[in-house]
């Protein structure tokens, strides 16, 4: 399990960046929620079985810790973070 966690960090290092960038600050509950559903989506399945929402829940938090910290830290991370995210299909108005 632990190897698997390893991966489900940083896993959960980049979905925690693209949200932070697709929905920016004041969005906490949303964003959390949807780091949560792409995780699932993308955990290996043994940890699915294994991780509780709680569990879950609690990486996320302290991944956007070590988040925050390299996104201050790397110019290139802050300036994508904020930066606004590319219109696709679904935002166009049709």
Known sequence: KKGETQILTSIL???????EREYGGGTGELK????????YARMPAVLKFSISQKE??????????YA????????????????????TTEDADV
């Open 68 to 87: 925050k910290g390299r996104w201050e830290a790397n110019p290139a991370l802050k300036q994508f973070v904020s930066a606004i995210a590319p219109a």
């Open 13 to 19: 290092f980049r979905l925690v960046t693209q949200a």
């Open 56 to 65: 879950l829940e609690e990486m996320i938090d302290s991944v956007l810790e």
């Open 32 to 39: 959390k929620a949807t780091v949560i559903e792409w995780a």
